[in-house]
């Protein structure tokens, strides 16, 4: 596609249950990273993955997180036993080269647990 | 830690005036970037500056790197209403062990007002 896409844009979900946020990246970027953003604050990075090398994981949360990027492109960032303090703007981003073309973001999943 | 520093938090001018955001880091970098968050969501990559260059220009948009000091300066010139946003600076550090993943500060909300 054009651009990141993330799904959904917007979800509500009760403490306790499971979330899956989606994003499907810029065909052919290569890198792909998960941030997310709490109120008024900065961007906090969760995790990045890059081509078929290992995933960088050294921002997840807790063991509550997880994320998996299928064949190098669609990534899924699962949340577990959701709480409260997960109520954030998740972004996804891909690179090509980062170092030439920064980041492209997508539009973000607000996720409000209650 | 926090690697991205913006002052100030938040700035509010008049349309046509000039708009200076500053930033500060902590380690050496390969290359700093600036992006554009309108209303809590996706972010714009705005500019780019390696750290062997001093001064970047893009249309409007004027950014200055000063390795010595660990600081950048984001200028926007003849401001607009439609410049209002939250901008971020962004660093991705040398060495270490995440090529190309970024550390985004907590940025600046400008306002201009008509």
């Known amino acids: 596609g054009a651009g990141v896409s993330q799904s959904p844009s917007n979800k509500v979900t009760e403490k306790g249950k499971d979330v899956e946020l989606r994003c499907d990246p810029i065909?052919?970027?290569?890198?792909l990273y998960w941030y997310r953003q709490s109120l008024g604050q900065g961007l906090e990075f969760l995790i990045y993955f890059q081509g078929n090398s290992a995933p960088d994981k050294s921002g997840l949360p807790s063991d509550r997180f997880s994320a998996e990027r299928t064949g190098g492109s669609v990534s899924t960032l699962t949340i577990q036993r959701t709480q409260q303090e997960d109520s954030a703007v998740y972004l996804c981003?891909?690179?090509?080269?980062?170092?030439?073309?920064?980041?492209?973001f997508g539009s973000g999943t607000r996720l409000t647990v209650v | 830690s926090q690697q991205g520093e913006e002052d100030p938090q938040a700035l509010s001018i008049q349309e046509g005036e000039n708009a200076t955001m500053n930033c500060s880091y902590k380690?050496?970098?390969?290359?700093l970037q600036w992006y554009r968050q309108n209303s809590g969501r996706g972010l714009v990559h705005l500019i780019l500056?390696?750290?062997?260059?001093r001064e970047k220009h893009s249309g409007r948009l004027r950014v200055t790197l000063d390795t010595s000091k660990k600081s950048s300066s984001l200028l926007i010139t003849a401001s607009r209403a439609a410049d209002t946003a939250s901008y971020f600076c962004?660093?991705?550090?040398?060495?270490?062990?995440?090529?190309?993943?970024?550390?985004f500060g907590q940025g600046t909300i400008l306002t201009v007002h008509p």
């Open positions: 981003a891909s690179s090509l080269v980062v170092q030439l073309y920064g980041y492209t």
């Open positions: 065909s052919g970027h290569t890198a």
């Open positions: 500056i390696r750290s062997n260059e």
């Open positions: 380690t050496s970098i390969n290359n």
């Open positions: 962004a660093t991705d550090r040398s060495g270490g062990t995440s090529y190309g993943k970024l550390t």
